[in-house]
C-alpha cells in the first residue's frame, strides 16, 4: 500500500521549454506532497511542500516562479519545470507521508535533461 | 554542521557479510528515524520506519536508534548482490513535514 506513482520517468528537453512532472497518490489521500532534486552523488534537496487547496511552501533559494508546483486534489501533485535551462538536468522525487503507516513513500522519480 | 551526517561510502563487502550502515545527527528533537534504499535511477525505497530509541528487525535488515549518542545503524544480515544500492538514512522532529536526510551510503555486496 502506499504507492506513489510519478511521470515521466525520464524527459528530454530544448532549453526554454517546461516540463511537467505529475505524482498521484494511487491508493490513499496525499493532501501533502513533497518535492525533492536530487544531483548525481548527492542526497536529496527538499525544493517545496505542497498541500492540497493551498499555496505551496517553497525552501530558501528555490524560484517559486520557475518551479511551479499544483496541487489540485488529494490524489495528484504536479512540479512544472517552467523555462528550464541546462542546469535544472537533475533527478525530481516527490514523497509523501504514509499516514497511519508511518514513514513517507517516494515516486520512482523523474530524470530531466534539458539540452 | 549538517543535521544529518552520513558516511558515503563507498562499501564494498563480499557476498554473505553483515553490512553496518550508521548516521549520526546533531537535533536532539529528532525523533522518527527512516531508512530507505535507493537504487540507480530510482527513488527511495523505505525499508525501515522507527519510532525514538530502540532496535526494530525486518528479515535481514536491523535498525538500532541511540538518541544519547544521536547514532543510528543499519545492520543487512547475509547480504545479498540485490542489496547492492545507496542507503539513504532520514529523520524529523516530529514526522511532519521537514525531515532530513544523510548523503548516501553507497554498498555494493560482491558475489
Known amino acids: 500500500g502506499a504507492v506513489v506513482s510519478q511521470h515521466p520517468s525520464w524527459v528530454i528537453c530544448k532549453s526554454g521549454t517546461s516540463v511537467k512532472i505529475e505524482c498521484r497518490s494511487l491508493d490513499f489521500q496525499a493532501t501533502t506532497m513533497f518535492w525533492y532534486r536530487q544531483f548525481p552523488k548527492q542526497s536529496l534537496m527538499l525544493m517545496a511542500t505542497s498541500n492540497e487547496g493551498s499555496k505551496a511552501t517553497y525552501e530558501q533559494g528555490v524560484e517559486k516562479d520557475k518551479f511551479l508546483i499544483n496541487h489540485a486534489s488529494l490524489t495528484l501533485s504536479t512540479l512544472t519545470v517552467t523555462s528550464a535551462h541546462p542546469e535544472d538536468s537533475s533527478f525530481y522525487i516527490c514523497?509523501?507521508?504514509?499516514?497511519?503507516?508511518?514513514?513517507?513513500?517516494f515516486g520512482s522519480g523523474t530524470r530531466l535533461t534539458v539540452v | 554542521q549538517k543535521e544529518v551526517e552520513q558516511d558515503p561510502g563507498p562499501l564494498s563487502v563480499p557476498e554473505g557479510a553483515i553490512v553496518s550502515l550508521n548516521c549520526t545527527y546533531s537535533n536532539s528533537a529528532f525523533q522518527y528515524f527512516m531508512w530507505y534504499r535507493q537504487y540507480s535511477r530510482k527513488g527511495p525505497e523505505l525499508l525501515m520506519y522507527t519510532y525514538s530509541s530502540g532496535n526494530k528487525e525486518d528479515g535481514r535488515f536491523t535498525a538500532q536508534v541511540d538518541k544519547s549518542s544521536k547514532y543510528i545503524s543499519l545492520f543487512i544480515r547475509d547480504s545479498q548482490p540485490s542489496d547492492s544500492a545507496t542507503y539513504l538514512c532520514a529523520m524529523s522532529a516530529r514526522g511532519g513535514n521537514q525531515f532530513y536526510f544523510g548523503t548516501g551510503t553507497s554498498l555494493t555486496v560482491i558475489p
Open positions: 514523497s509523501a507521508p504514509r499516514g497511519s503507516t508511518g514513514g513517507y513513500t
